[in-house]
């Protein structure tokens, strides 16, 4: 039973099937997704990546098919139980950051906790985010006097805030310049390493797909695995969900950098060593 | 419980926004309901006239019941003439009947009664007679019937006929002094002294006192005016029956004399089924009485009422109609400028339900501070345009416009309109609830 517990994953989506009308948007998509690892899906535009975090999230039901989260099948759940989970698990990064401009920044970061009903020191929590994401200085500004940047990274410190297990993003990139993007990308890295949390991103970013663990790419209504870094699948950061209060403040670029260069490193030797073995 | 405080800042902040934009949308509302409460006041106050004017004190579904040699159109001179009385047989076989709820009895007291009054420094005295029936008559006629009863030792309660009202204003009027209401004079201190038999012997514990001079026993007692009323016909005053039975126990006590002191003059009956009327007709004229009725003019007067009601809410109905349509479609636009923010709400974790309560809510208070906007608004339109209308419409000056101030009508004000704001939010808070979430958001 313990045995059993412990090869479940964290999430698991099998055979699901969407159809819009007659059009056949996904067919048999599976995958899973393990804690601490970052899981990339790419695609055309339109062939249905967001439909498919939409349908991870809950927000949508496919035509068949069934989505696990620890072992459940949030699709059997009504709206209340599946907006409960999708509040308390599951975190939610944009491409066009969807602040809202009435809020200040530490207020946006706040917004998911009005909506838990169990979240606890809330305040706490967005100023320890605050303070490592080093958004100190714009906490309380509007996010419309704010760079894409910067709007990011409040998105990211929204959507960490209640402690999700799964943060699924959508285009997290596709409206920044090339050193945001580099920074935002190194973020994902950092929170799937240190706080042991899963990232499913929709992307066209080569660097995300670059850093990855796992890299689908979604064509004519399939999900097809790319490529897999074994030693990180195989060996999850933690077992455990990390909380929060682990979150540390760090400095800004040499950590993730060497991160970034650490993670490169890795892929090329499973290169090498994948095509060793071919030869 | 911060964090519970945090929320309901949040909620009350992001709803406050959206209340002000509501606002704009559900105008339409204010119009309705002071149109209503204009309509319900016009309609209030005619009515009222009818019934004052055109039926007499009757409803549709009372007759009086008279002795046959009583002349119904005549009902005056038999005040003064004590003549026509109803025999205890008739009134046993009457109460007997169970062709009426509720029966109720005038009795006239058999003694002299003089009424003394004084009014701007003029005293006068005048010989009238005193009524009585059960105060259960009252109810829904004059206000506080339930308390009109006979205290011992306290003064006694009248009503007064209405025309005595009339008459005193004319009078008041014609001297260039301010005209009484019903209201200033309620309370008014007037004295009756009432003649008895003679030969009077002390009563044990009685609080009504007999006296003799020059030969003849008469009681003195304060009075004050509880109320004015035309349920009644005959000239005199009307006083709580209670009050009635305890003399004539008492003056046939002191008196050592039989005398009942008070007879039988008619009844007001409600029938049970008005369509049985003519079977009730036939058996009280075998009992020896005659029935006086307003139904005719009542089922006319009805008829025309509900010809002004049909049309009245048929316009009504339109508007609201035509609101909830306008409502909805400047709430749909509010959705759709509003489908971002939903959108994210919903992502992050909102319930379909919160949202379609939360909206319906937010309109339905909109709804209810239109309401009490469109009661006092209409109520102000009401009174401006009732002072002024006598001076276009001299024809119709007779009619007292008296605008509807009271908590029912407030009540159906704000009940109303915000069910009108919630009903027209309850489809675009639905499609609220429903947007195309990532659409939305990548809007």
């Keep these: 039973m313990k ?54 999230s809950g927000l949508l039901k496919p035509n068949d098919g069934k989505v696990y989260f620890k072992g459940k099948n949030i699709l059997r759940w009504g709206d209340i139980r599946r907006s409960f989970y999708r509040s308390k698990n599951i975190g939610f990064i944009f491409q066009f950051f969807n602040l809202l401009n009435d809020y200040s920044a530490f207020e946006n970061i706040l917004l998911p906790t009005m909506f838990n009903p169990f979240a606890r020191n809330a305040s706490k929590k967005a100023k320890e985010l605050i303070e490592y994401l080093n958004l100190k200085a714009i906490s309380s500004n509007h996010p419309e006097t704010l760079s894409g940047g910067e709007r990011q990274r409040i998105a990211i410190a929204r959507a960490v805030i209640n402690n999700p297990d799964i943060i699924l993003a959508d285009e997290p990139t596709g409206n920044l310049d090339d050193e945001s993007a580099e920074d935002i990308n190194n973020l994902f890295i950092k929170l799937a390493k240190e706080n042991n949390k899963a990232f499913v991103i929709v992307t066209h970013d080569h660097r995300i797909v670059e850093n990855s663990d796992f890299h689908y790419h979604l064509s004519d209504t399939a999900l097809v695995l790319q490529t897999k870094t074994k030693n990180r699948s195989k060996k999850p950061a933690a077992k455990k969900p990390s909380s929060i209060a682990k979150i540390k403040p760090a400095g800004k670029t040499s950590q993730n950098k060497s991160d970034s260069t650490s993670r490169k490193n890795t892929k090329k030797a499973a290169k090498k060593t994948s095509a060793k073995k071919t030869k | 419980m911060v964090h519970l405080l945090r929320s309901i800042y949040y909620g009350l902040r992001s709803s406050f926004k959206s209340i002000i934009t509501s606002f704009f949308s559900s105008f339409g509302i204010l119009f309705i309901i002071t149109f209503l409460i204009i309509y319900l006041s016009f309609r209030t106050s005619i009515s009222d006239f009818i019934d004052e004017n055109l039926l007499g004190s009757l409803e549709i579904d009372e007759i009086e019941i008279l002795p046959i040699n009583e002349k119904a159109d005549n009902v005056y001179a038999a005040s003064s003439r004590q003549g026509a009385k109803l025999t205890i047989d008739q009134v046993k076989a009457v109460r007997e009947m169970d062709d009426f709820s509720e029966v109720f009895t005038l009795i006239m007291l058999d003694y002299r009664v003089r009424l003394r009054g004084e009014m701007f420094g003029n005293r006068s005295t005048m010989i009238l007679p005193l009524f009585a029936i059960e105060p259960e008559f009252f109810k829904n006629k004059i206000p506080k019937w339930d308390q009109f009863y006979y205290k011992p030792g306290r003064p006694l309660k009248l009503i007064a006929p209405k025309f005595t009202l009339v008459m005193l204003n004319n009078y008041l009027y014609f001297n260039g002094l301010p005209q009484f209401k019903i209201e200033d004079l309620k309370g008014f201190p007037m004295e009756i002294q009432i003649e008895t038999l003679k ?52 003056a046939e006590v002191s008196s050592g004399r039989w005398k009942r002191g008070y007879h039988y003059l008619q009844f007001y009956a409600k029938v049970k089924d008005i369509k049985k009327l003519p079977e009730t007709v036939d058996k009280l004229e075998k009992l020896g009485l005659q029935v006086k009725s307003d139904r005719g003019i009542a089922d006319k007067a009805n008829q025309v009422m509900k010809i002004i009601d049909a049309f009245s809410l048929t316009i009504v109905g339109i508007l609201i109609l035509l609101t909830i349509v306008s409502i909805f479609n400047a709430n749909l636009n509010v959705v759709y400028h509003m489908s971002h923010k939903f959108s994210l709400t919903r992502i992050l974790g909102v319930t379909k339900i919160r949202i379609i309560i939360t909206f319906i809510v937010e309109a339905a208070i909109v709804g209810a501070i239109y309401g009490i906007i469109g009661y006092y608004a209409g109520n102000y339109l009401f009174s401006y345009a009732a002072e002024s209308i006598s001076s276009f419409l001299p024809d119709i000056a007779g009619i007292e416009f008296v605008a509807q101030r009271n908590r029912e009508v407030f009540m159906i004000a704000m009940g109303l309109s915000a069910l009108v704001s919630a009903s027209s939010a309850l489809l675009p808070a639905i499609f609220a609830s429903n947007i195309n979430l990532f659409k939305a958001v990548r809007r």
């Design chain 2, 199 to 250: 030969s009077p012997r002390p009563f044990p514990g009685a609080k009504i006192e007999f006296k003799e001079d020059k030969g003849k026993t008469h009681t003195d007692l304060d009075v004050s005016v509880f109320s004015f009323t035309n349920v009644t016909e005959r000239i005199g005053a009307i006083v709580p029956m209670d009050f009635i039975t305890y003399f004539s126990k008492r």
């Design chain 1, 3 to 56: 045995k059993n517990k412990q090869n479940i994953s964290l999430l698991k989506v099998e055979n699901i099937k969407l159809k819009f009308g007659s059009r056949m948007i996904l067919s048999d998509v599976n995958f899973s997704v393990e804690p601490g690892t970052i899981t990339v899906i790419t695609g055309k535009s339109g062939c249905g990546k967001t439909t498919l975090l939409g349908i991870i």
